[in-house]
């Protein structure tokens, strides 16, 4: 964006704005000349994710739990809600926090959004779909979830978050939208969060074997982090209730990721198989031709650039 142009939006809050999406999106709004007001409480945020945001005009850092009631400096005009645990490693491990993040979290967030007149963006999750029976996945399809699960604590959460967003808009009138984000990756994922592109980069670049679950035939369809952004601030400034799909479509296997993964590195390893987690989704793939046909998005970035990126990052921070 040019600096002869106004931004789109004057003031973000971003909630989970320390998290791996949330602190890609304080950076993307502030590049385009909104002020950005990140709320985070570091339960699996990071500092270090917005350490060089802190100082730089227009950023606000607050550090707040969003299930309880929390204020921003001044009235926003576009809040986005990520906040909440969303690998299995944390919200397993932070079950009632989750689930709070999702339901109490999310009715904050819009109350929000409804006293300062501002948009109101959900990120909700693919795995509304649960185990889905209806591939590849589009937003009229009601999904296939185990509500007592060991993995209904995030599923759940997010499909109430959906339910009170919708409510909110059509009983209040705030102005409000829901997208539905695939599996994303990319820089300042965490190596231990659980999920397949950080576990199988940390054990290729360790020489460790990468540990596949199941029998590796399960698929995930993985978008960079750089096209989920442009996705949700597409769907921010659309206008549109949604839900819509941001994903990538591409799909593939965990046993091709992984093997993907240890030619890309050069790595010695081998691949192991371990027993695969209950409820874990046999496919997952994106019907993305609302987000083409309403916000002219579709993801950019190739799986083979952007496991590229991810893993030049994990060589530069060992430590992740």
């Not at 999904?143 to 339910?163: L, M, Q, T």
């Not at 409000?176 to 990756?185: D, E, G, S």
Request: one cysteine or more; aromatic letters at 6%; proline letters at 7%.
């Amino acid at each position: 964006m040019g600096t002869s142009q106004a931004p789109r939006w004057q003031h973000a809050v971003v909630t989970g704005g320390a998290g791996f999406v949330g602190s890609h999106l304080c950076s993307a709004l502030l590049a385009a000349g909104s002020a950005v007001t990140c709320v985070d409480d570091f339960s699996t945020g990071r500092p270090e994710n917005i350490s060089e945001l802190i100082g730089r005009p227009g950023f606000t850092l607050v550090e707040a739990n969003v299930s309880r009631p929390f204020t921003v400096d001044r009235d926003p005009d576009l809040v986005l809600h990520l906040a909440s645990p969303a690998s299995p490693a944390d919200y397993l491990r932070l079950p009632v926090h989750t689930l709070e993040a999702g339901s109490l979290g999310t009715r904050n967030a819009l109350e929000l959004a409804h006293r300062s007149g501002a948009r109101f963006l959900l990120a909700s999750t693919s795995e509304v779909y649960g185990d889905p029976q209806e591939h590849p996945q589009n937003e009229r399809y009601w999904g296939h979830v185990n509500p007592v699960g060991p993995r209904s604590v995030y599923d759940e959460a997010k499909r109430f978050g959906e339910a009170l967003t919708v409510a909110h808009a059509s009983d209040r009138g705030t102005d409000a939208c829901i997208v539905r984000l695939f599996n994303t990756y990319g820089p300042r994922m965490r190596g231990y969060d659980g999920r397949a592109v950080p576990t199988f980069i940390r054990q290729a670049l360790a020489g460790a074997a990468l540990t596949v679950t199941g029998d590796g035939l399960q698929t995930r369809s993985l978008c960079y982090v750089e096209d989920t952004v442009a996705g949700i601030l597409a769907a921010a400034d659309h206008g549109m209730r949604g839900p819509v799909n941001i994903g990538n479509p591409a799909e593939l296997t965990m046993l091709e990721l992984a093997r993907w993964i240890v030619e890309l590195t050069g790595s010695p390893s081998d691949i192991s198989f371990i027993e695969r987690p209950t409820d874990d989704p046999t496919v997952r793939c994106p019907d993305i031709t609302l987000a083409r046909d309403k916000l002219q998005w579709e993801p950019r970035v190739t799986a083979e650039d952007g496991l590229r990126r991810t893993i030049a990052w994990f060589r530069a921070h060992t430590d992740s």
